[in-house]
Protein backbone atom coordinates (compact mmCIF):
# COMPACT_ATOMS: atom_id res chain seq x y z
CA UNK A 1 0.00 0.00 0.00
CA UNK A 2 1.34 3.54 -0.75
CA UNK A 3 0.64 7.03 -1.04
CA UNK A 4 1.05 8.31 -4.47
CA UNK A 5 0.95 11.96 -6.04
CA UNK A 6 1.16 12.90 -9.48
CA UNK A 7 3.75 15.66 -8.20
CA UNK A 8 5.08 15.93 -4.60
CA UNK A 9 6.04 19.69 -5.39
CA UNK A 10 2.57 21.97 -4.94
CA UNK A 11 1.36 25.88 -4.41
CA UNK A 12 -0.10 27.18 -1.24
CA UNK A 13 -4.04 26.61 -0.84
CA UNK A 14 -4.21 24.59 -4.19
CA UNK A 15 -6.61 22.00 -4.78
CA UNK A 16 -4.53 18.72 -4.60
CA UNK A 17 -5.22 15.02 -3.98
CA UNK A 18 -3.16 11.89 -2.72
CA UNK A 19 -3.90 8.23 -4.34
CA UNK A 20 -3.92 5.09 -1.79
CA UNK A 21 -2.98 2.30 -4.00
CA UNK A 22 -3.48 -1.07 -2.66
CA UNK A 23 -1.73 -3.14 -4.61
CA UNK A 24 1.84 -2.20 -6.17
CA UNK A 25 3.64 1.02 -6.49
CA UNK A 26 2.64 1.10 -10.09
CA UNK A 27 -1.18 0.34 -9.93
CA UNK A 28 -4.01 0.00 -7.79
CA UNK A 29 -5.38 -3.53 -7.83
CA UNK A 30 -8.78 -2.26 -5.07
CA UNK A 31 -10.03 0.46 -3.06
CA UNK A 32 -9.86 0.46 0.76
CA UNK A 33 -13.30 1.29 2.63
CA UNK A 34 -13.12 3.96 4.96
CA UNK A 35 -13.96 1.73 8.00
CA UNK A 36 -10.73 0.27 7.63
CA UNK A 37 -8.84 3.47 8.45
CA UNK A 38 -7.97 3.77 11.80
CA UNK A 39 -5.90 7.45 11.37
CA UNK A 40 -5.75 9.27 8.10
CA UNK A 41 -3.71 12.73 8.99
CA UNK A 42 -2.19 15.87 7.47
CA UNK A 43 0.83 17.20 9.07
CA UNK A 44 1.97 21.30 8.31
CA UNK A 45 2.96 24.26 9.75
CA UNK A 46 3.39 22.02 13.45
CA UNK A 47 -0.49 21.33 13.35
CA UNK A 48 -1.49 17.81 12.66
CA UNK A 49 -5.12 17.95 11.25
CA UNK A 50 -7.68 14.60 11.03
CA UNK A 51 -9.04 14.01 7.66
CA UNK A 52 -12.97 13.49 6.77
CA UNK A 53 -13.55 10.28 5.65
CA UNK A 54 -16.05 12.59 3.20
CA UNK A 55 -12.88 13.93 1.54
CA UNK A 56 -12.40 10.52 0.03
CA UNK A 57 -13.57 9.42 -3.43
CA UNK A 58 -12.85 5.95 -5.71
CA UNK A 59 -11.39 6.21 -9.20
CA UNK A 60 -9.50 3.25 -11.05
CA UNK A 61 -9.36 0.87 -8.41
CA UNK A 62 -8.06 3.52 -6.05
CA UNK A 63 -8.89 5.37 -3.36
CA UNK A 64 -8.20 9.28 -3.92
CA UNK A 65 -8.28 11.77 -0.84
CA UNK A 66 -9.02 15.69 -2.35
CA UNK A 67 -7.87 18.42 0.22
CA UNK A 68 -6.85 21.88 -0.33
CA UNK A 69 -2.53 22.49 0.71
CA UNK A 70 -2.17 25.27 3.32
CA UNK A 71 0.77 27.47 3.83
CA UNK A 72 4.55 26.51 2.52
CA UNK A 73 6.54 23.98 4.37
CA UNK A 74 6.92 20.46 4.30
CA UNK A 75 3.85 18.39 5.07
CA UNK A 76 3.19 14.86 5.72
CA UNK A 77 -0.06 12.68 5.04
CA UNK A 78 -0.60 9.33 6.11
CA UNK A 79 -2.92 6.31 6.76
CA UNK A 80 -3.43 3.25 8.96
CA UNK A 81 -5.21 0.22 8.49
CA UNK A 82 -7.47 -1.60 10.67
CA UNK A 83 -5.92 -5.28 11.50
CA UNK A 84 -7.68 -8.16 9.17
CA UNK A 85 -6.71 -11.80 9.35
CA UNK A 86 -5.94 -14.22 6.45
CA UNK A 87 -5.44 -17.69 6.26
CA UNK A 88 -3.26 -19.48 4.09
CA UNK A 89 -2.01 -22.68 2.94
CA UNK A 90 1.65 -23.64 3.20
CA UNK A 91 2.46 -23.54 -0.76
CA UNK A 92 0.16 -19.71 -1.03
CA UNK A 93 2.07 -18.72 2.28
CA UNK A 94 5.67 -19.86 0.92
CA UNK A 95 5.09 -18.11 -2.06
CA UNK A 96 3.87 -15.13 -0.63
CA UNK A 97 6.89 -14.47 1.63
CA UNK A 98 8.95 -15.13 -1.21
CA UNK A 99 7.20 -12.78 -3.61
CA UNK A 100 6.62 -10.05 -0.93
CA UNK A 101 10.44 -10.39 0.15
CA UNK A 102 10.13 -11.53 3.73
CA UNK A 103 12.71 -14.02 3.09
CA UNK A 104 13.53 -13.63 7.01
CA UNK A 105 10.14 -15.35 7.80
CA UNK A 106 11.12 -17.91 5.03
CA UNK A 107 14.36 -18.95 6.21
CA UNK A 108 12.66 -19.30 9.70
CA UNK A 109 10.33 -21.86 8.37
CA UNK A 110 12.85 -23.34 5.48
CA UNK A 111 15.63 -23.96 9.35
CA UNK A 112 12.16 -25.40 11.88
CA UNK A 113 11.11 -27.56 9.27
CA UNK A 114 7.55 -25.62 8.71
CA UNK A 115 7.21 -24.91 5.25
CA UNK A 116 4.44 -27.35 5.23
CA UNK A 117 2.54 -25.59 7.84
CA UNK A 118 -0.64 -23.86 6.96
CA UNK A 119 -1.25 -20.15 8.59
CA UNK A 120 -3.30 -17.63 9.56
CA UNK A 121 -2.09 -14.28 9.46
CA UNK A 122 -3.29 -10.89 10.83
CA UNK A 123 -2.03 -7.87 9.16
CA UNK A 124 -2.45 -4.23 9.21
CA UNK A 125 -1.21 -1.13 6.59
CA UNK A 126 0.67 2.00 7.67
CA UNK A 127 1.56 4.37 4.92
CA UNK A 128 3.21 7.53 4.64
CA UNK A 129 4.31 9.97 2.35
CA UNK A 130 5.86 13.65 2.21
CA UNK A 131 5.15 16.51 0.16
CA UNK A 132 6.67 20.42 -0.72
CA UNK A 133 4.27 23.19 -0.42
CA UNK A 134 5.68 26.12 -2.17
CA UNK A 135 9.53 27.58 -1.65
CA UNK A 136 9.91 26.98 1.73
CA UNK A 137 11.07 23.83 3.70
CA UNK A 138 9.67 23.60 7.19
CA UNK A 139 10.34 20.88 10.07
CA UNK A 140 7.09 18.57 9.66
CA UNK A 141 8.86 16.53 7.52
CA UNK A 142 10.11 14.06 10.69
CA UNK A 143 6.75 14.05 12.16
CA UNK A 144 5.84 10.55 14.03
CA UNK A 145 2.70 9.31 13.39
CA UNK A 146 2.21 7.10 16.30
CA UNK A 147 1.70 4.09 14.05
CA UNK A 148 2.26 0.61 15.09
CA UNK A 149 5.12 1.01 12.29
CA UNK A 150 6.82 3.83 10.69
CA UNK A 151 9.44 5.10 8.46
CA UNK A 152 10.98 8.90 9.60
CA UNK A 153 13.25 10.48 7.42
CA UNK A 154 16.73 11.65 9.52
CA UNK A 155 16.38 14.70 7.13
CA UNK A 156 14.13 16.93 4.94
CA UNK A 157 14.12 14.91 1.86
CA UNK A 158 13.09 17.94 0.10
CA UNK A 159 16.56 19.56 1.12
CA UNK A 160 17.97 16.65 -0.80
CA UNK A 161 19.27 16.00 -4.23
CA UNK A 162 20.03 13.76 -7.14
CA UNK A 163 23.19 11.88 -4.97
CA UNK A 164 22.73 12.80 -1.89
CA UNK A 165 22.50 9.85 0.63
CA UNK A 166 19.26 10.30 2.85
CA UNK A 167 18.91 8.30 6.01
CA UNK A 168 15.89 7.20 7.40
CA UNK A 169 14.62 5.63 11.27
CA UNK A 170 12.14 2.95 11.47
CA UNK A 171 10.02 2.35 14.29
CA UNK A 172 8.22 -0.32 15.56
CA UNK A 173 5.56 0.62 18.50
CA UNK A 174 7.84 3.94 18.68
CA UNK A 175 11.28 2.61 19.30
CA UNK A 176 13.96 2.09 16.30
CA UNK A 177 13.16 -1.30 14.75
CA UNK A 178 17.08 -2.85 14.03
CA UNK A 179 17.89 -6.23 11.49
CA UNK A 180 14.72 -5.64 9.74
CA UNK A 181 14.41 -5.78 5.55
CA UNK A 182 14.05 -2.67 3.74
CA UNK A 183 13.09 -2.12 0.13
CA UNK A 184 13.88 1.12 -1.58
CA UNK A 185 12.92 1.64 -5.26
CA UNK A 186 11.72 4.67 -7.41
CA UNK A 187 9.36 5.01 -10.34
CA UNK A 188 11.90 4.19 -12.76
CA UNK A 189 12.76 0.80 -10.85
CA UNK A 190 9.34 -0.99 -12.45
CA UNK A 191 8.87 -2.10 -8.34
CA UNK A 192 5.93 -4.94 -8.22
CA UNK A 193 5.03 -6.36 -4.64
CA UNK A 194 2.23 -8.24 -3.46
CA UNK A 195 -0.91 -7.57 -1.48
CA UNK A 196 -2.84 -10.34 -0.14
CA UNK A 197 -6.28 -8.98 0.54
CA UNK A 198 -9.45 -10.82 -0.74
CA UNK A 199 -9.32 -10.31 -4.46
CA UNK A 200 -6.09 -9.57 -5.24
CA UNK A 201 -4.67 -13.01 -6.26
CA UNK A 202 -1.35 -14.32 -5.66
CA UNK A 203 0.38 -14.46 -8.87
CA UNK A 204 2.37 -11.30 -8.25
CA UNK A 205 6.38 -10.49 -9.12
CA UNK A 206 9.32 -10.22 -6.66
CA UNK A 207 10.01 -6.47 -5.25
CA UNK A 208 12.87 -5.11 -7.34
CA UNK A 209 13.88 -2.20 -5.00
CA UNK A 210 17.14 -2.21 -3.75
CA UNK A 211 17.39 -4.75 -0.28
CA UNK A 212 18.88 -3.26 2.60
CA UNK A 213 18.72 -3.98 6.21
CA UNK A 214 18.50 -1.48 9.36
CA UNK A 215 21.07 -1.00 11.89
CA UNK A 216 21.00 -0.99 15.50
CA UNK A 217 19.53 2.20 15.21
CA UNK A 218 16.58 0.94 13.05
CA UNK A 219 18.20 3.33 10.22
CA UNK A 220 18.68 2.52 6.70
CA UNK A 221 21.07 4.98 4.37
CA UNK A 222 19.50 5.07 0.74
CA UNK A 223 21.09 6.14 -2.52
CA UNK A 224 19.21 8.89 -4.54
CA UNK A 225 20.73 7.87 -7.36
CA UNK A 226 17.91 9.71 -10.04
CA UNK A 227 15.44 12.48 -9.72
CA UNK A 228 11.65 11.14 -9.76
CA UNK A 229 9.85 9.36 -6.79
CA UNK A 230 11.12 7.53 -4.46
CA UNK A 231 9.59 4.66 -1.85
CA UNK A 232 10.91 2.42 0.93
CA UNK A 233 8.88 -0.61 2.01
CA UNK A 234 8.90 -3.29 5.03
CA UNK A 235 7.05 -6.31 6.15
CA UNK A 236 7.77 -6.84 9.92
CA UNK A 237 6.49 -10.36 10.54
CA UNK A 238 6.54 -12.21 13.76
CA UNK A 239 5.11 -15.52 15.00
CA UNK A 240 1.68 -15.13 17.05
CA UNK A 241 1.02 -16.19 20.20
CA UNK A 242 -2.93 -15.41 20.15
CA UNK A 243 -5.15 -17.50 19.90
CA UNK A 244 -6.72 -18.56 16.41
CA UNK A 245 -3.50 -16.90 15.01
CA UNK A 246 0.03 -18.09 13.89
CA UNK A 247 1.59 -15.06 12.42
CA UNK A 248 1.07 -11.09 13.02
CA UNK A 249 2.43 -8.62 10.52
CA UNK A 250 2.40 -4.72 10.24
CA UNK A 251 3.53 -3.12 6.60
CA UNK A 252 4.99 0.21 6.20
CA UNK A 253 6.07 2.31 3.12
CA UNK A 254 7.02 6.23 2.52
CA UNK A 255 7.01 8.30 -0.83
CA UNK A 256 8.38 11.32 -1.59
CA UNK A 257 10.13 13.16 -4.46
CA UNK A 258 13.73 14.40 -5.45
CA UNK A 259 14.38 17.26 -7.45
CA UNK A 260 11.66 17.95 -9.81
CA UNK A 261 10.42 21.27 -9.42
CA UNK A 262 11.89 22.88 -6.29
CA UNK A 263 14.84 25.40 -5.99
CA UNK A 264 16.48 23.48 -2.91
CA UNK A 265 16.83 20.69 -5.42
CA UNK A 266 18.71 22.67 -8.18
CA UNK A 267 20.76 24.70 -5.33
CA UNK A 268 24.13 24.76 -7.41
CA UNK A 269 22.69 26.09 -11.08
CA UNK A 270 21.16 29.17 -8.44
CA UNK A 271 24.69 29.30 -7.10
CA UNK A 272 26.31 29.00 -10.43
CA UNK A 273 23.73 31.74 -11.74
CA UNK A 274 24.43 33.91 -9.40
CA UNK A 275 28.30 34.11 -9.94
CA UNK A 276 27.42 34.09 -13.60
CA UNK A 277 25.40 37.51 -12.78
CA UNK A 278 28.11 38.76 -10.42
CA UNK A 279 31.63 38.30 -12.84
CA UNK A 280 28.86 40.13 -15.81
CA UNK A 281 28.09 42.96 -13.66
CA UNK A 282 32.19 43.59 -13.35
CA UNK A 283 32.96 43.20 -16.84
CA UNK A 284 29.84 45.86 -18.02
CA UNK A 285 30.98 47.87 -14.98
CA UNK A 286 35.01 47.94 -16.59
CA UNK A 287 34.11 48.63 -19.84
CA UNK A 288 31.60 51.55 -19.00
CA UNK A 289 34.84 52.80 -16.94
CA UNK A 290 37.44 52.26 -19.53
CA UNK A 291 34.31 54.39 -21.80
CA UNK A 292 34.28 57.02 -19.55
CA UNK A 293 37.86 57.76 -19.27
CA UNK A 294 38.15 57.34 -23.19
CA UNK A 295 36.06 60.11 -23.52
CA UNK A 296 37.84 62.09 -21.14
CA UNK A 297 40.79 62.00 -22.31
CA UNK A 298 39.62 63.23 -26.19
CA UNK A 299 37.73 66.08 -24.26
CA UNK A 300 41.03 67.18 -22.87
Given at each position: ??L????Y??Q??Q????ALY?G?F?????????N?M??????G?G?R?A??T???I??D???I?NF????????V??V??RAR????EA?A???Y?D??????M??WR???D????DA?E?Y??H???I??VGE?T????D???G??IE?V?L???Y??R?G??LKV?????A?P?????????????HS??H?H????G??????E?????????G???????E???W????IH?T??EE?G??H???W??LT???GH???HAD???????????W??????????L?W???????KS
Amino acid sequence: MFLKMDTYYLQPNQEASIALYNGTFTASENTIDRNRMIDVSLVGNGKRKAVDTTQWIEKDLATILNFTTGEEGTWVAGVSTRARNIELEAEAFNEYLDHDGVIDMLEWRKQNDAMDEDAVEKYSKHVKTIFQVGEKTSSDWDAELGYPIEFVPLSNPYDARKGDQLKVKLLRDAKPLSNQLVYVGSEHSHSHDHDHDEDSGDDHQHNEGTQLTTDGNGVVAMELTEEGIWYLRTIHMTLSEEEGLTHESNWATLTFEVGHGHSHADGHSHVMGGFIYWVVGILLLAIILVWLRMNSRKKS
